[in-house]
């Protein structure tokens, strides 16, 4: 982590390149999967990097940090509507022209989903719990969304230096979608709670009903 001053600010280069790997994902989709044309995932790089680069390459300010926070937060607004668009598309085609569906097409497209999924979830998670990475390092005080193992460690001391970073929330993210529970990490609020149950019910639709519709298509 930077040390500006007293202010702590976490590196964005995690961050910045979940977003290129979500925009990535959905840009190569088949067309007749994604919602929107690939420009629009250019555009929407534009739109959420740029207050990301601004606030790791130059020393942070409030309107940065703010900026960053609502784009971050559209962003996922923007992924979730794409996402679902997909999905529905996806099993629109198995219903539809379940003859004509291709299982490696079909599987290779459920993978993007269910990555662009928990993506765009390790991105909000990090961005809301305890009110944003640096109100996480500056502030300890500040109510938490996650209570994290290390947080409880019986070695004081780690507890008391330890912040979860980009990385912790990634893995919360890819345990939800995987176990469709947690694995080491507690919410404890309800916003924690309905979204982890959001992204778990996206991540078991793309799971149970495309990629073994796309396993079952292969094998056959």
Not at 76 to 92: D, E
Not at 170 to 183: D, E, I, K, N, W
Request: with cysteine; aromatic share 10%; proline share 5%.
């Amino acid at each position: 982590m930077k040390n500006i001053g007293r202010i702590q600010f976490e590196p964005r280069w995690p961050v910045a390149l979940a977003v290129v790997a979500t925009l990535a994902i959905v840009a190569e989709l088949p067309d007749r999967i994604r919602l929107l044309p690939v420009w629009t995932c250019y555009l929407a790089a534009l739109f959420v990097l740029s207050p990301i680069l601004a606030v790791a390459l130059t020393a942070p300010k409030r309107t940065w940090l703010q900026t960053e926070r609502m784009a971050v937060f559209l962003f996922f607004i923007i992924a979730t509507t794409i996402t679902l668009a997909n999905l529905t598309n996806l099993i629109s085609e198995m219903i539809r022209r379940s003859n004509e569906v291709d299982g490696l097409q079909l599987l290779t497209s459920s993978v993007g989903v269910w990555v662009t999924n928990v993506l765009m979830f390790a991105l909000l998670y990090w961005q809301i719990d305890r009110e944003g990475p640096e109100a996480r390092l500056n502030f300890g005080g500040t109510r938490p969304d996650w209570l994290f193992p290390q947080e409880s460690s019986p070695d004081k001391d780690v507890a008391a230096v330890w912040h979860p970073m980009f990385v912790d929330y990634l893995f919360l993210a890819y345990s939800t979608a995987t176990a469709f529970s947690t694995t080491d990490t507690v919410p404890l609020t309800a916003r924690a709670k309905l979204l982890m149950m959001l992204e778990a019910s996206l991540s078991l639709m793309t799971i149970a009903v495309v990629a073994a519709r796309a396993i079952n298509i292969l094998g056959s």
